[in-house]
């Protein structure tokens, strides 16, 4: 059974940076993409950012495209997305997530496994 575990959340000021990780368990990781999404108190879950099977990569929303950026380390199974210039309402949980295929998407239909989530907060 796959597994992937998110760390690196927690409590940051605003214009602060933090990276998050998602450590996945299992082979073949490398030929699948990987994303993150994020849920807001009382919002929808949304899709941030995505790395496909080849390395390109994408993030989502137009409010974070200068400040967010992802990476993997095929070799770790691991994804990074390291947030920069923190706001308030970057405030989420954020979830790891891989799916189905190489591809990426900022729909969560196309996830097959999720992470149980990190917390992040920005306040002062």
């Known amino acids: 059974q796959l597994q992937l575990v998110e760390s690196g959340g927690g409590l940051v000021q605003p214009g602060g940076s933090l990276r998050l990780s998602c450590a996945a368990s299992g082979p073949t990781f490398n030929v699948y993409a990987i994303g993150w999404f994020r849920q807001a108190p009382g919002k929808e879950r949304e899709g941030v950012s995505c790395i496909s099977s080849g390395g390109g990569s994408i993030v989502f929303p137009v409010s974070v495209k200068d400040r967010f950026t992802i990476s993997r380390d095929n070799a770790k199974n691991t994804v990074f997305l390291q947030i920069d210039s923190v706001k308030p309402e970057d405030t989420a949980i954020y979830y790891c997530?891989?799916?189905?295929?190489?591809?990426?998407?900022?729909?969560?239909?196309?996830?097959?496994?999720w992470g149980q989530g990190t917390q992040v907060t920005v306040s002062s």
């Open positions: 997530a891989r799916y189905f295929d190489g591809f990426c998407s900022s729909s969560s239909t196309w996830v097959a496994y």
